[in-house]
């Protein structure tokens, strides 16, 4: 008798491994520090070989190494010019912003002064620096005042709308809470509208950080005898682009400085999350 054919279970292929996606991984903290060093060096090397291969006019554009030595050779002058601009930067930034922040804590705490004087705030922020900075320096004269007021006057109005924003941007949840403890409108104000603030706050002073310089060397254009930006327009006129480029160099490195100065500050004092504020 024959042997039955015994049925073979074939067992299951093995399912195919998938490939697992190929995620790179983020920057280092150092790598990610490095970055703009490195894209700076490429873009002055290229400045560098540009201004050389085409032989470029050293009034009309000054190679990196020309720079270089001028901010050695004049470094007397550029300091000498730099400590009034940054003087005036520096009490020009505290000014303004604390200005806009008195206003915005009176806005929120008064609707109707809001409505009356907010567009009149953003009226006097449509009219150019240009155009305010004479005016200024006629009403308070050629000294280091009229550059305050100016550096004052550009930081006021980022400042106040944003901390206008961050004052009013507290969660209605938490509000109310608030209201069913009993807490009073000083308690409200300092323990949930000043954290709520913060990050509208810090985002416009890192913006003040800048443009106060700005103002600052703006009013030395309308009439400084001293300050960067007399020292600009000596340049110009004088036909010194290595000390032209070197002074601008020198203003916008001071402008990096206070940005990472505002900055710095921001991460010791905003701790939490925007969200966890409100």
């Not at 001028?70 to 912003?97: D, I, K, Y």
Request: overall charge positive.
């Amino acid at each position: 008798m024959a042997d039955k054919p015994t049925a073979v279970i074939a067992e299951p292929a093995a399912p195919l491994r998938e490939r697992a996606p190929i995620v790179s991984k983020p920057p280092t903290a150092r790598s990610q520090a490095l970055l703009p060093f490195i894209a700076a060096a490429v873009l002055l090397a290229a400045w560098q070989i540009l201004a050389q291969v085409f032989s470029l006019p050293i009034y009309i554009a000054p190679t990196p190494m020309q720079v270089a030595r001028t901010l050695v050779s004049e470094l007397p002058t550029l300091m000498r010019n730099f400590v009034p601009t940054a003087l005036e930067s520096l009490v020009g930034f505290v000014v303004g912003n604390t200005i806009a922040i008195v206003v915005a804590v009176v806005f929120v705490h008064s609707r109707r002064l809001e409505a009356a004087l907010y567009p009149i705030a953003v009226f006097v922020n449509t009219i150019p620096i240009l155009a305010k900075a004479p005016i200024l320096v006629l009403i308070f004269g050629l000294g280091m005042t009229s550059k305050v007021v100016i550096a004052a006057f550009i930081c006021f109005f980022p400042t106040l709308a944003n901390m206008v924003r961050g004052l009013t941007s507290v969660n209605p949840q938490s509000l109310e809470l608030m209201r069913v403890l009993s807490a009073s409108k000083a308690e409200v104000f300092w323990k949930l509208r000043v954290p709520s603030s913060l990050p509208f706050l810090f985002s416009a002073l890192k913006i003040a950080s800048t443009t106060s310089v700005l103002g600052a060397i703006v009013g030395e254009w309308i009439g400084a005898d001293l300050g960067l930006g007399a020292l600009i327009i000596e340049a110009t006129h004088n036909f010194r682009s290595p000390l032209l480029y070197a002074t601008v160099f020198v203003a916008s490195g001071w402008a990096v400085v206070f940005f990472a100065v505002v900055s710095f500050a921001e991460r010791r004092i905003v701790t939490w999350k925007q969200g966890e504020a409100s």
